[in-house]
């Protein structure tokens, strides 16, 4: 069964611009949830999709964006990045219902530097 | 808010040493309890699970229970490896109605085991 896919794995942006990162679930899983890491901040929660709609949202600003396909595969958008937005961003998948009994099972992260 | 506190790291120890990281927790709802491992340069790996008081989570040789009276979930290995050295984050999630798998992570504690 193959693991959660993040590509890329590696991002060097400029600031102002902006960025798109996917996330292609365990085959089955319905729900994708987004995580940036940092040093500072540590694992923060942005979002959750769940069958194609946002069913939670963490506390940044508007830049932060994401959208889920129909194959449940997930893009997040960064606009007008910002030196601090340099983070691992993590993707977790999960089947999405019956969670007391179920798990998050993470990919490896993109890792994006603004310059 | 629902928040989770880890101790302080780095936490150096010597091979075959007895592990104890200390996780406490603060939920508005009964949360399910997770640990955590994250080797350099990869995503999270779940080491552990608890989804209701008093159970018990093991793997690989950790242990963790789930204590509603003292709101913990301690993390313990009885005899540490060089290959445990890695960042371990304590993690809730809310079980509900809402039915959300957002997760709120601890800060990590770094573990280094010198041979």
């Known amino acids: 069964k193959a693991g959660v896919t993040q590509t890329p794995r590696y991002l060097i942006k400029t600031r102002g611009q902006q960025v798109t990162l996917s996330c292609s679930p365990i085959s089955g899983h319905r729900s994708v949830s987004w995580y940036q890491q940092t040093p500072g901040q540590g694992l923060q929660f942005l979002f959750e999709?769940?069958?194609?709609?946002?069913?939670n949202k963490g506390n940044f600003p508007g830049r932060f964006s994401g959208r889920q396909f129909s194959n449940s595969r997930s893009e997040m958008n960064v606009s007008t990045l910002e030196l601090g937005d340099s983070a691992l961003y993590l993707c977790?998948?999960?089947?999405?219902?019956?969670?007391?009994?179920?798990?998050?099972?993470f990919g490896q992260g993109t890792r994006l530097t603004v310059v | 808010g629902d928040s989770v506190t880890q101790m302080e790291g780095p936490v150096t120890l010597s091979e075959e040493a007895f592990l104890t990281i200390n996780c406490t927790y603060t939920?508005?709802?009964?949360?399910?309890l997770f640990w955590y491992v994250q080797y350099p340069g990869e995503g999270l790996q779940l080491l552990l699970k608890?989804?209701?008081?008093?159970d018990k989570g093991s793997n690989k040789g950790f242990e963790a229970t789930y204590r509603k009276e003292t709101t913990s979930f301690h993390l313990e290995k009885g005899s540490v490896q060089v290959s445990d050295s890695a960042v371990y984050f304590c993690?809730?999630?809310?079980?509900?109605?809402?039915?959300?798998?957002?997760?709120?992570f601890g800060q990590g504690t770094t573990l280094q085991v010198k041979p």
């Open positions: 993690a809730l999630r809310i079980d509900g109605s809402s039915n959300t798998g957002k997760l709120i």
């Open positions: 977790a998948s999960t089947p999405g219902q019956g969670r007391r009994n179920t798990e998050a099972f």
């Open positions: 939920a508005t709802g009964y949360p399910s």
């Open positions: 999709y769940f069958s194609e709609t946002q069913r």
């Open positions: 608890a989804t209701k008081a008093d």
